[in-house]
């Protein structure tokens, strides 16, 4: 899988163009690769999460907190993998699983874009390049975009109509959410 045609393959079904499964290897030797691409996410969310600390450190004129790798790990692991899940159930439900695989692989592949565009403008801040707030709020409207994004997919991909692919997509990150406060609750 060429991760570059990826990104035009997710742009592409964002937009609704019909040739976005072009950008994809949709079949099941597909899947592992995206799974590889969200692994390859937590780094970039690590650096993100760094620099939200450093601000917080310079803020506060605090010493620099290290946040613990493993639980980081463990914990954004299972809120990247709570999509699946959900995905998983929701196909069963509207009897698509069919479509659950292309879903899923699109899916990952986007969240892994924006995840490393924002880690990109986290490191600009992180070497002096960019100020704090301007990256912070790209990160704010990554996380909300990411339901946007969603969205798109379960009506491109699936093809849900617009209630029920926002009922979806507004479920499937509000149990993410659950999953990230009740983990951080448990390691902070």
């Known amino acids: ?16 163009r019909e040739d976005w499964p072009d950008h994809f290897d949709l079949s099941r030797k597909g899947l592992r690769p995206s799974f590889l691409a969200l692994l390859l996410t937590l780094p970039a969310i690590y650096l993100i999460a760094y620099g939200v600390q450093v601000e917080r450190a310079v803020r506060f004129g605090e010493a620099l ?25 929701f196909a069963m439900l509207f009897n698509v699983q069919d479509r659950f695989r292309p879903w899923v692989i699109t899916r990952h592949w986007c969240v892994f874009w924006l995840a490393l565009i924002v880690a990109a403008l986290f490191g600009l801040y992180l070497i002096g390049v960019l100020p704090f ?10 996380f ?8 798109r997919l379960g ?3 699936i093809p849900f109509k617009m209630g029920p692919a926002i009922l979806i997509a507004c479920f ?17």
Do not use: H, R
């Open 155 to 157: 009506q491109i991909v």
């Open 1 to 16: 899988m060429n991760p570059i045609a990826s990104l035009y393959g997710g742009v592409k079904a964002l937009l609704g």
């Open 133 to 142: 707030g301007l990256v912070n709020y790209a990160a704010l409207t990554a």
């Open 144 to 151: 909300l975009g990411l339901l946007l994004i969603d969205i």
């Open 172 to 188: 499937i990150n509000a149990m993410g959410l659950i999953v990230i406060l009740m983990g951080f609750e448990q390691i902070l």
């Open 65 to 89: 907190a290290v946040i613990p790798l493993a639980p980081f790990a463990i914990i954004l692991g299972l809120y990247l993998l709570t999509f699946s899940a959900c995905a998983y159930v």
